[in-house]
């Protein structure tokens, strides 16, 4: 089954607080065979930035973000989600790579993407380090970056998704929203919330936190414009 709602103008979709900012076109929302699994993919202008803001009277606050790994997906949307406003920190494992990436030289070639670093840096919006666990503890929302390299057989290898998501489960000590964005095969989402769910255990740990998917559709030389500009954006949620 499936619920479309046509969006024509900036209205707030529920009383909860959530907004969908400068949003035009159509939202679909199909509900599939698993329980509670729900399939959201949308047509506007910036749904997935709205989606982590929250308005308060009338001013517009905005998500402190960490995301894992700064190769071309996680890089593109850390840069991508600081220019909306968010307060985002980049991670990544590699020092060398940090202290470029602080030095102001971007490792891949992607037009706009050294302007929109530069003035996010500049705005203290944007930051880059290799302290996973001080970055995660301050964030709302942590998104999975990292690569999945072709494992022999040609299958993705969730080798650091596995290493990201039980690096969370170490490290959060409050509620948040992990965002699988890592090209990743069908049922990775609930592989995350086992890993995490693992580590938490392991460390005698309780807290709760949700998984969404949310696949990239960034191409090359025009991945900034197709993440401030999206045609579609696909979320995948299993809680309320």
């Known amino acids: 089954m499936y619920i479309i709602v046509n969006i024509k103008s900036q209205n707030q979709l529920d009383s909860s607080a959530s907004s969908i900012s400068s949003a035009k076109g159509y939202l679909f929302i199909f509900e599939l065979s698993a329980p509670r699994y729900l399939y959201i993919v949308c047509f506007s202008s910036c749904f997935l930035c709205s989606l982590l803001s929250k308005f308060s009277k009338d001013k517009l606050i905005m998500a402190s973000i960490a995301v894992i790994g700064t190769r071309y997906v996680g890089l593109v949307s850390g840069a991508c989600l600081a220019d909306f406003g968010n307060t985002v920190a980049c991670i990544d494992v590699d020092e060398k790579k940090i202290y470029s990436l602080q030095a102001g030289q971007i490792p891949i070639f992607e037009p706009g993407l050294s ?126």
């Not at 690569?147 to 489960?169: N, Q």
């Not at 769910?197 to 936190?209: K, P, R, V, Y």
């Open 115 to 240: 302007d929109v670093v530069a003035r996010n840096v500049a705005a203290e919006r944007l930051s880059f380090t290799t302290d996973a666990s001080s970055a995660i503890q301050e964030a709302e929302v942590v998104f999975i970056a990292v690569g999945t390299p072709p494992s022999e057989d040609g299958s993705a290898d969730l080798r650091y998704v596995e290493e990201a998501a039980r690096t969370i489960g170490r490290t959060i000590n409050r509620y948040c929203v992990v965002v699988d964005k890592s090209t990743v095969p069908i049922g990775t989402g609930r592989l995350v919330k086992k890993w995490i769910s693992e580590q938490l255990a392991a460390c005698a740990l309780t807290q709760d936190f949700d998984v969404v998917s949310n696949p990239e559709f960034l191409r090359e030389g025009s991945a900034v414009y197709d993440f401030m500009h999206p045609d579609r954006i696909m979320l995948g949620i299993e809680s309320d």
